[in-house]
T-cell receptor
Framework: SAVISQKPSRDICQRGTSLTIQCQVD?????MFWYRQQPGQSLTLIAT?????????ESGFVIDKFPISRPNLTFSTLTVSNMSPEDSSIYLC??????????????FGQGTRLTVV | TQLLEQSPQFLSIQEGENLTVYCNSS?????LQWYRQEPGEGPVLLVT?????EVKKLKRLTFQFGDARKDSSLHITAAQTGDTGLYLC???????????FGRGTSLIVHP
């Protein structure tokens, strides 16, 4: 399975500032995914990052708030812009691989715990 | 709308006890995954079930996929403190590469 390194692991940020989260994969992958995990909530997909094209955002998430870069097949960044306390959450980078039966399995980085004060 | 309902949401037990966590849906899934997430870490894949009625065992953990592929259960025998964590189920439906996640069951095993 892919090994995913995500940084920073945690940060405390002032409201109104921006934070960029980095995600590095040890193998080339076509798509990388960014999730948000709020306290007591399920994982919510923010966007799918494709190399060579703009990211595809899910309903409720916009590029101005969560700009994403995907410069190559092993790396992606997610920026949380103009942060407010409501953005306090865990942000997770993920890739998917085919399992033994051909089904899709997701693998995750260790997450970035963001606290906005 | 939460497609995958997990229960219970919280579980606090003593070491040595048995427990079962449920993942239910009204939708059919082509496969279903179980993950465990420890504090400060990302979810780690435990198992994938793909066949209705399938049972998989991982040491003290037993996973079952419902016959209709709409539900799944995770049973832990003789729980240990190391089993503490958030257990997430995630279902994949044909034609979509993006899994749907349940809200998770937070398990605490006390020594």
């Amino acid at each position: 399975s892919a090994v995913i390194s995500q940084k920073p692991s945690r940060d405390i940020c002032q409201r109104g500032t921006s934070l960029t989260i980095q995600c590095q994969v040890d193998s080339q992958v076509t798509m990388m995914f960014w999730y948000r995990q709020q306290p007591g909530q399920s994982l919510t997909l923010i966007a799918t990052a494709n190399q060579g094209s703009e990211a595809t955002y899910e309903s409720g998430f916009v590029i101005d708030k969560f700009p994403i870069s995907r410069p190559n097949l092993t790396f992606s960044t997610l920026t949380v812009s103009n942060m407010s306390p409501e953005d306090s959450s865990i942000y997770l980078c993920s890739v998917e691989e085919a399992g033994r039966s051909g089904n899709t399995e997701a693998f995750f980085g260790q997450g970035t715990r963001l606290t906005v004060v | 709308t939460q497609l995958l309902e997990q229960s219970p949401q919280f579980l606090s037990i003593q070491e040595g006890e048995n427990l079962t966590v449920y993942c239910n849906s009204s939708s059919v899934f082509s496969s279903l995954q179980w993950y465990r997430q420890e504090p400060g870490e990302g979810p780690v894949l435990l198992v994938t079930v793909v066949t209705g009625g399938e049972v998989k065992k991982l040491k003290r953990l037993t996973f079952q996929f419902g016959d209709a592929r709409k539900d799944s259960s995770l049973h832990i025998t003789a729980a240990q403190t190391g089993d503490t964590g958030l257990y997430l189920c995630a279902g994949s439906q044909g034609g979509s590469y993006i899994p749907t996640f349940g809200r998770g069951t937070s398990l605490i095993v006390h020594p």
